[in-house]
T-cell receptor, first 112, second 111 residues
Framework: KQEVTQIPAALSVPEGENLVLNCSFTDSAIYNLQWFRQDPGKGLTSLLL?????REQTSGRLNASLDKSSGRSTLYIAASQPGDSATYLC???????????FGKGTSLLVTP | KAGVTQTPRYLIKTRGQQVTLSCSPISGHRSVSWYQQTPGQGLQFLFE???????NKGNFPGRFSGRQFSNSRSEMNVSTLELGDSALYLCASSQVGNEQFFGPGTRLTVL
């Protein structure tokens, strides 16, 4: 069974800092990996999708990488802003099904 | 293009009742998945439908059921509600194998 872990569970940084969120998984047989953000009480907003054959994806200030051999993905946020404050979730779609396996998320607070 | 819509947004029920939640996917998306989110368990997969067929089911009791219609809209039903069913229920749609897009969710409170 795929286990997805996100570290740290919470993170507080001053505005302007570059930061890295980590996601690790136990089964490298994945179809794709998706990063989401969730604001309190809201649904999930898709940030980046990395297919199994890809190593990284970029969108604006966000860059996500995937290393299947080590079972790790990272989300890099450049020049953080208070509006980036949210919970960031990593989710994997395995080869064997159509369900996303989610980590518990990293709660990010960017202070002005 | 309109996003995933879910109705109702909020629902309050009492134990023993049943509830039906609705999800309309993004136009052209034929895969619809449902997830339950609670503070303790996080996001857990309920089931996934494609072309009116359930292709995958999570580890939930039979009180949780769903269906998909020919226009790809989906409903999920929970019978004999328990206090522990209180959660945010999220629906996601996608084109097969691709990025999943989530709706705003339905907040269910069971009293």
């Amino acid at each position: 069974k795929q286990e997805v872990t996100q570290i740290p569970a919470a993170l507080s940084v001053p505005e302007g800092e570059n930061l890295v969120l980590n996601c690790s998984f136990t089964d490298s047989a994945i179809y794709n990996l998706q990063w989401f953000r969730q604001d309190p009480g809201k649904g999930l907003t898709s940030l980046l999708l990395i297919q199994s054959s890809q190593r990284e994806q970029t969108s604006g200030r966000l860059n996500a990488s995937l290393d299947k051999s080590s079972g790790r993905s990272t989300l890099y946020i450049a020049a953080s802003q208070p509006g980036d404050s949210a919970t960031y979730l990593c989710a994997l779609n395995s080869n064997s099904g159509y369900a996303l396996n989610f980590g518990k998320g990293t709660s990010l607070l960017v202070t002005p | 293009k309109a996003g995933v819509t879910q109705t109702p947004r909020y629902l309050i029920k009492t134990r023993g009742q049943q509830v039906t939640l609705s999800c309309s996917p993004i136009s052209g998306h034929r895969s619809v998945s449902w997830y339950q989110q609670t503070p303790g368990q996080g996001l857990q997969f309920l089931f996934e439908y494609f072309s009116e067929t359930q292709r995958n089911k999570g580890n939930f009791p039979g009180r949780f059921s769903g269906r998909q219609f020919s226009n790809s809209r989906s409903e999920m039903n929970v019978s004999t509600l328990e206090l522990g069913d209180s959660a945010l229920y999220l629906c996601a749609s996608s084109q097969v194998g691709n990025e999943q897009f989530f709706g705003p969710g339905t907040r269910l409170t069971v009293l």
